[in-house]
């Protein structure tokens, strides 16, 4: 375990080895599960746990510690990521209270079974007491489930949001030493995680601008002891201001729309707007996620399968509609044999993309010259609503 400052210490876990969260999201570097302890004098509080799979870790910390008693378990958030060693801490201290708002009670009772005599609910901006630190906690809701908070501890000057700016990487920096590899790692974290609530991170970030910060101690990845960093990262990323950018996602089957692919990357180029090209035969889709953070239109390219697009195109919309990025344009290329309702389908698939269709370029086989024409004019309608936007400077 290490130390944050004088009797503030991380005792969570390093996952190294993990490659996937919620069987869903890609973790190239791993992850870490970050638990807080804080000695106060009088009173011990242990700010979230660790995943259930690295409970031990946790607890061996605390020994390590000659942590004989924990009074607070305070629970920002009910994920079992953060919630699920809360039992093993419970029995293991009998005396300890889960400090936590009611919405989070009520899920830690559905999610762990954890007694309700176990806990003692807080209200936004109430205070605990340590003896020589001070817990204020901070509602941060839907960062990203709607219970929540966050602790500032106030001696210290710390902010510990949960997930709210974290970054699954797996290091054994207790700070960023790395700012370029913690940025690209915090925006896949936001890309997957935050992205669909860029209103309520908006709201958020203007709730803690008042508090004095020295150092934002998230639930994953390394502390930021400059947090001036990530908070500029985030006012960045929310914006609603896209940049120009296409984000071209496909698939090929007998090269029909791959050649289309090749030329539209090419009429693109030469208009001056950057292309993020991904092959979802391939691609990770955490990389695709974080090509969603920025740009301002995506083209969808699919050659049509049994009438509808490929079914790993209909899997890219249905994540890009989850997400919801800012994304103001959208398009479709592809190809088609005998028929089908294959651009309809994927209009379908992205009802929450608030974006304004241009016209699709669809082949029958082999693309043709009037379908590179229309390619072209594609292109011409891209550029045209980019600089609509002022993006293109
Ligand atoms: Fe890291 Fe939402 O749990």
Known sequence: MRQLKPKVYMVGAIDWDRRLF??????????????????????????DTVDPTKAMVLMDNLIKLGINKVDYVVSHHAEQDHSGAIPEILMFYPDAK?????????????????????FITIEDGHRISLGGKTLQFVYIPWVHWPETMGTYLVED?????????????????????????????AKRYYAEIMMPFRTNIAKNLEKIKDLDIDMIAPSHGPVY???????????????????????????????????????????????????????????????LAMAL?????????SPTVLTGPHPNVAYA??????????AKFASIIGSYAWGGRMVEQIKELIPNLKVQLLEPVIAKGLPRD????????????????????????
């Open 293 to 301: 953070v920025d740009a301002a239109t995506i083209v969808i390219g």
């Open 317 to 326: 919309c249905v994540l890009a509609n989850a997400l919801r990025p800012k």
């Open 225 to 287: 002891d400059k947090p001036g960093f990530i908070v500029n990262a985030y006012k960045g990323w929310i914006s609603d201001q896209p940049k120009n950018e296409v984000l071209l996602p496909y698939i090929s089957m007998h090269h029909s729309v791959a050649k289309m692919v090749e030329y539209f990357v090419d009429a693109l180029t030469e208009r001056g707007i950057k292309v993020r090209q991904f092959d979802l035969a391939v691609t990770d889709i955490g990389k």
């Open 22 to 47: 919620d069987q869903l999201i890609p973790l190239p570097d791993g992850t870490s599960y970050n638990a807080y302890l804080i000695d106060g004098g009088e009173k011990i509080a242990l700010l």
């Open 98 to 118: 889960v400090v936590t708002n009611p919405k989070c009670k009520g899920m830690l009772i559905d999610l762990l079974h954890i007694e309700e005599d176990r």
């Open 370 to 393: 009037d379908d590179f024409t229309a390619l072209d004019r594609l292109a011409d309608e891209i550029l045209a609503k980019h600089k609509e936007l002022k993006i293109t400077e």
């Open 157 to 185: 000057r710390i902010f510990f949001p949960c997930d709210f700016f974290g970054s699954h990487l797996a290091t054994n920096s207790l700070f960023v030493d790395d700012e370029a590899t913690v940025y690209e790692a």
